[in-house]
């Protein structure tokens, strides 16, 4: 609302705001302070805010914190963000199905409840965040309204400005939501809500005019008018939301206070007109009424609008009208049924919504169009130039036949050449023009750059090429050698397009080299007769074989018919230059019918825009084609019929019909070098853009060979390591006797594998603890005779010992022959040193160890494990008669 400190009582209207709550720094986010809000009673009234719940991937920049930004802007970010939003939208299928993104806003008018959060809706709908974003651009411009400054012209400009921008907003809204939606919308930006809030703007810009006709004192008719406009505005927008719960309850007494105290302005002014035209019953009656409406105000909204000064001002004028009227005219006061009505007169209307909306718009995706839309621009691009070369080329051989035909019969020279010995005046015309293009020199230095050209770009290809080649072989060369290890992209394969490319500029090369033939034979053809033409005029006439006087047909009728249609034909052509620079400067940008194409019918259908289109632009141009190979075919008639009436009257003899052929030449001549110096010229052109393709092709080919070179060695950096990381030699098996039993059975299998010895550097392993001596009684003896064989007495009552290092090999503790000697080890990949193939095993004396006793019951008397120099010693297995557990031999690494 409108806010000042006048007797108007401008009131407080809750914020409009919908906000992005992810924090500082989305680009979203916008100052929530009260949007056109101005409190003269010092009451904050509550807010409500349209915000998001969460963060997304946004598409404009970030913008600094809100503590940095002002409303105005804000506003301008948010406009910015909008023009973004509308210019991408035909360049992206948004929807759920392709381009999914998100949006999800909050309700601007749900508060909440305690268990619950406020009322939120996310769609993947493009549509859904414009009318968001634009819901929120309204809010701030109406804020704006608010903050200016009403004392000055200026402020008031600004906030009627800024109050019809927000209804316009609005009122857009209330247009598109349904169909941008296609789904029912929140309460806030639905078409009820969003068309109140517009006719709310649209009051407040109303009320902006009504405050700056009093400010200027403009006529009180004028005056009561806008303000009676402004309180039906008010009335209208109350009526609206009157039975909906929508808007937060604040606004129904404020929007109910305005319009009682427009309509008391109105009445007020009008009793003024009233006073003024000697109707005092009448004045009375409207400041009457004008004053219960103030009371109503002051009774019922005083909490929300002071109106005060407005009261008083209209109580004074009705008190000094009573008593004008009771003392002096004693007017009769007519009812307020009976008063006529105030007329009304708006000057306010919601600006309309037309992208963009900011004045500095630079569509960031300008060059950013989908695959579909590129496509066809592609093909539409082809389209024109075809039709644009074939009209060219059209107009191009009808000169080209002009001119052969001009030059066969000797014109216009002919008709100049009458006194036999000076060159005719358009030879000298065609001399001037191939000197001042440079002559012949012109034609010998292009045609000498053309083959370095040339060789330039076959180099560049050719280099290209080599690169691939190089790096497929040396790729198909490892793949040879490592075989299925060689686990990448065949580089056959991955150079395919590039083949195909390099292909096609071998082929382009080709096709110029022929060209370049056909150029260069025309060339050596007419080189003589074009330095002939560019020699000096003394030197050119010498040249030209003289005649005898032909006879005066200066001024007969067929010469001057001959020079006019020469003179036509001369127009036709400069016009035919004209067209063909018009057609060449025509350029028109496809994309936005595409992209619009895209986004109404979710395909393109190429052909037919395209062909509406060429159509459209060339079809003008197409027509005056036409018209001018028609007007010229009909010349070329006229001319050669009166060339025959030239020729009959023309004396002619051996001498003229040399020199009328030499002339002939000199005027073909003129043509050859117009012609080959464009030739060239545009052969030049073309080898020095394909220079710059061949250039960015070779870039490419050398990329990707540097990355395949890159990959190529850190794959073989990894199979070496995994190649090291294998066995080196191949597992030795151990002779026979090491394998078989004493019994002469070979054992059955382990179930579980034996682990390989390891080396343990630096750990030296430490023998167990020495047994205690057993204690030799009856009973022992009687005990070590039931023991089974091989076990040692002490083996039934083994004493409690504590756990030590793993054990060394103990001396004459030989292994059972129920196990198998261990497999060699797999160790790392550089060659060990397999050892002695193992010793016969010596018994030892029965003396060697005092504490065992029972040695007779043994199977085999038990001998030392030999070890082989080089390798770590095989472990021993557990023996039954020891009194200590069984040890772990040496940690597995």
């Known amino acids: 609302m409108t806010g000042s400190s006048s007797g108007t009582g401008r009131a ?31 009451a904050a009234p509550p807010s409500g805010n349209r915000s998001r719940s969460g963060r997304f991937p946004r598409l404009c920049p970030l913008v600094p914190p809100l503590e940095t930004l002002t409303t105005k802007t804000a506003l301008l970010m948010e406009v910015r963000y909008y023009d973004q939003l509308c210019s991408i939208e035909p360049k992206f299928p948004f929807s759920e199905n392709q381009v999914c993104v998100t949006f999800t806003w909050k309700d601007a008018f749900d508060k909440g409840s305690l268990f619950g959060g406020s009322a939120k809706l996310a769609l993947a709908s493009l549509g859904y965040e414009k009318t968001c974003v634009l819901f929120n651009c309204g809010a701030l411009a109406s804020q704006i309204a608010a903050e200016q400054n009403l ?133 009375i009656g409207r400041l009457q009424h004008a004053a219960d409406l103030v009371k109503t105000v002051a009774s019922r909204y005083d909490e929300y609008i002071n109106v005060k000064d407005l009261v008083d001002k209209i109580n004074r004028a009705l008190t000094a009208a009573k008593k004008d009227n009771d003392f002096i005219y004693h007017d009769r006061v007519p009812d307020l049924k009976d008063l006529e009505s105030i007329g009304k007169a708006s000057l306010v209307k919601a600006t309309p919504v037309v992208v963009p909306l900011s004045q500095k718009f630079t569509d960031l995706f300008e060059k950013m169009v989908p695959l579909q839309v590129q496509q066809s621009v592609s093909v539409y691009n082809q389209r024109k130039a075809d039709l644009v070369n074939r009209s060219i080329a059209q107009m191009r051989e009808a000169t080209n036949l002009a001119n052969g035909v001009l030059a066969s019969l000797n014109l216009p020279a002919a008709i100049e050449d009458v006194s036999g010995d000076t060159v005719p005046q358009s030879i000298l015309n065609k001399s001037k023009s191939v000197i001042e293009q440079g002559g012949i020199q012109t034609v010998d ?20 090429l080599r690169l691939l080649d190089e790096e497929e072989t040396t790729d198909n060369d490892l793949r040879t050698k490592f075989k299925e290890r060689w686990q990448r992209t065949p580089s056959n394969e991955l150079y395919k397009p590039l083949r195909a490319e390099g ?106 825009i395209s062909v509406t289109e060429l159509d459209r632009i060339y079809g003008s141009y197409t027509q005056k084609v036409q018209e001018s190979l028609k007007k010229q075919e009909e010349l070329l008639k006229n001319i050669q019929n009166a ?89 030795i098996p151990l002779p026979t ?13 382990s179930s579980t594998p034996t682990p390989a010895p390891r080396t343990m550097v630096g750990t030296k392993p430490q023998p167990p603890a020495r047994p205690p001596p057993p204690v030799i ?19 039934a009552a083994p004493p409690a010992a504590a756990p030590v290092a793993a054990p060394a090999p103990i001396p004459g503790a030989s292994a059972p022959a129920a196990n198998t000697a261990p497999s060699q080890a797999q160790g790392p990949p550089y060659p060990t040193y397999p050892g002695y193939p193992g010793f016969c095993q010596m018994p030892m004396p029965m003396g060697y160890n005092p504490y065992l006793y029972g040695q007779y019951n043994l199977p085999y ?25 069984q040890q772990p031999y040496y940690p597995q690494q």
Request: glycine share 6%; proline share 7%.
């Open 12 to 42: 407080p209207l809750p914020p409009f705001l919908r906000l992005c709550p992810g924090g500082p720094g989305c680009c979203q986010h916008i100052p929530g302070s009260q949007a056109g809000t101005v409190n003269p009673g010092g």
């Open 151 to 283: 004392d000055n012209d200026e402020g008031l400009k600004a906030a009627a400005k800024h109050y019809q921008f927000a209804s316009g907003a609005f009122q857009h809204i209330k247009d598109t939501v349904l169909s941008a939606l296609s789904r029912e919308p929140t309460v806030d930006i639905s078409p009820d809500t969003v068309g109140t809030l517009s006719l709310i703007m649209l009051a407040q810009a109303q009320e902006v005019f009504f405050l700056k006709a009093t400010r200027d004192k403009m006529k009180d008719a004028i005056i009561a008018k806008l303000a009676n406009q402004a309180a039906d505005y008010y009335g209208d927008a109350y009526k609206q939301c009157q039975y909906k719960d929508t808007l937060p309850k604040e606004v129904f007494p404020v929007l109910a206070a305005k319009h009682c105290i427009m309509q008391a302005n109105a009445e007020y002014h009008q009793s003024i007109l009233a006073k003024q035209q000697k109707k005092f019953g009448e004045e």
């Open 445 to 464: 230095q292009l045609m000498k750059d053309l083959p370095e050209l040339l060789q330039r770009n076959k180099e560049i290809l050719d280099e290209s």
């Open 503 to 608: 292909a096609n500029y071998h082929n382009i090369l080709n096709k110029a080299v022929q060209a370049d033939g056909q150029v260069k034979e025309r060339y050596q053809s007419h080189r003589d007769t074009i330095a002939l033409l560019c020699k000096p005029e003394a030197e050119l006439n010498a040249a030209i074989p003289s005649a005898n006087p032909a006879k005066t047909l200066q001024g007969s009728e067929v010469v001057n018919v001959l020079r006019t249609l020469l003179a036509n034909l001369d127009e036709v052509k400069k016009e035919r230059e004209q067209l063909e620079n018009d057609l060449k400067s025509v350029n028109f940008d496809m994309t936005s019918k595409f992209l619009t194409a895209l986004a109404q019918d979710g395909a393109i259908n190429e052909e037919a």
């Open 643 to 731: 060339h025959q009436d030239f020729s009959k009257m023309k004396q002619s003899n051996n001498e003229s019909n040399l020199r009328e052929e030499v002339l002939k030449n000199l005027a073909v001549a003129n043509d050859n070098f117009v012609e080959l110096v464009g030739n060239l010229k545009e052969g030049t052109k073309f080898y020095n853009e394909l220079t710059e393709m061949l250039l960015k092709f070779q870039n490419k080919c050398s990329d990707i060979v540097f990355a395949r070179k890159t990959e190529r060695d850190e794959l073989l950096k990894d199979l070496q390591q995994s190649i090291a990381r294998e066995p080196s030699a191949p597992s």
């Open 737 to 749: 006797y090491q394998t078989t039993s004493a019994g002469g059975t070979k054992p059955a299998p």
């Open 777 to 795: 009684s009856a009973a022992s003896s009687s005990s070590s005779a039931t023991a089974p064989s091989g076990t040692p007495a002490a083996a």
């Open 861 to 885: 008397a038990p001998s030392p494990v030999y070890q082989n120099p080089g390798q770590a010693p095989y472990p021993a297995p557990q023996q039954p008669g020891y009194p200590f557990p």
